[in-house]
């Protein structure tokens, strides 16, 4: 016997993906893809949970260009890990590829006030009291 698919279970191209880019241990960019919303939104916590607890780390970059959906738990959890690395002296990043749905509702919520965004991936800028070498 067949039971019908649950009406209220998401279907698997609702579901999300945060993959970590390899790079130096000071600066960590998360690619972001699928729907953030409040089924998801406990992955994408823990993920940064996990990054944030790096020892070492200066700068965090969310690079959300490939989400499809941006809920209100989203935002809220981007207004928090935004929180969390200001407190802790730490540069957050967010990328948005220049996505007006994933825009919209930060701006609408006043999230965007106060975070650095960005269309793009630039390279890690030199840590205070860092030399460089050309």
Known sequence: MRFPADPGSPRPEQFLAVNPRPGDGHHVVLDVVGHVDAFTAPLL?????????????????????????L???????????????????????LLTRGRSDVLLPLRMAGVLDGLEVGPEVAAPLPLAGSASRA
Not at 53 to 69: A, K, N, T, W
Not at 75 to 84: D, G, K, P, T
Request: proline content about 2%; glycine content about 12%; overall charge positive.
């Open 45 to 69: 916590r823990a993920c940064l949970r996990t990054q944030l607890s790096r020892p070492g780390l200066r700068e965090l970059v969310l690079d959300v260009g490939g989400v499809e959906f």
């Open 71 to 93: 809920g209100a738990a989203g935002v809220s959890l981007i207004f928090e890990v935004a929180r969390r690395c200001r407190r802790r002296g730490l540069r957050f990043r």
